[in-house]
């Protein structure tokens, strides 16, 4: 795939969402990389229904702590793998009170530091919190990356280097979630929706369907 038709791509999918946004529900960063951690294997709906119980209540590192690991758990025991998010959290709030005074780093190296955040996580964070052009490559990236020619990889980290290598600047910032909803709501796993897909005449996969 060219230059152009990259560009061609991503103003189509600016002009049809000018102000994409996370789904998860957030109103700082350290909700936000809540959020994240436990949207691992989950989906955005299901981690909203807990937090909108959990915030709240505790939406601080030390109202975390507070709360203690019984008391994460009982607000996240709807989330799959919650026992190991739960201690991951635990652990990240101590660190984010005893090193960083309650707050959340903005450096990737701090970030991927932090017990259950890893590289995805970090990316995310550090754009959507921070307003830092990376790129978090997710399974909906990966496919769509791969599937309409976008920046192929055999690996995810593979896919994030292509990506930040060929989106042209104008648009990394807004890349990330541009792709994930497009990867969500119609180029999706089993049948992609190409027929009603803004970029279906762009697009380089070659088993497009008709609906």
């Known amino acids: 795939m060219n230059r152009d038709k990259r560009i061609q791509i ?5 002009n049809e969402n000018p102000n994409p946004q996370t789904e998860l529900r957030y109103t700082s960063p350290f909700e936000l990389l809540i959020s994240v951690i436990l ?17 709240p209540v505790a939406n601080t590192p030390r109202a ?9 758990k009982e607000y996240i025991r709807t989330i799959g793998l919650y026992n190991t998010k739960a201690e991951n959290i635990i652990k990240t709030c101590a660190i984010l009170v005893d ?11 701090e970030l991927e530091a932090l017990p259950g955040v890893g590289r995805k996580t970090a990316n995310v964070v550090l754009n959507t919190a921070f307003g830092k052009p990376t790129i978090a ?4 990236i ?3 990356a791969n599937r309409s020619g976008i920046a192929k990889g055999r690996t995810v980290r593979e896919v994030e280097d292509r990506l930040l290598r060929l989106v042209p600047d104008q648009y990394k910032q807004d ?6 909803l497009h990867g969500r709501y119609t180029c999706i796993a089993r049948k992609p929706r190409c027929g009603s897909c803004i970029i279906h005449d762009l697009c380089e996969y070659r088993a497009k369907t008709e609906t």
Do not use: C, M
């Open 64 to 72: 975390i702590l507070d709360l203690g690991i019984a008391g994460l």
């Open 39 to 55: 949207s691992a294997q989950a989906t955005d709906v299901g981690v909203n229904k807990a937090t909108a119980k959990l915030y």
């Open 99 to 109: 090193e960083y005074g309650g707050q959340v780093p903005s450096t990737r190296e």
């Open 137 to 140: 490559v997710d399974t909906h």
């Open 142 to 144: 990966y496919r769509i």
């Open 10 to 14: 991503f103003e189509l999918l600016k």
């Open 175 to 180: 890349a990330h979630h541009w792709l994930i």
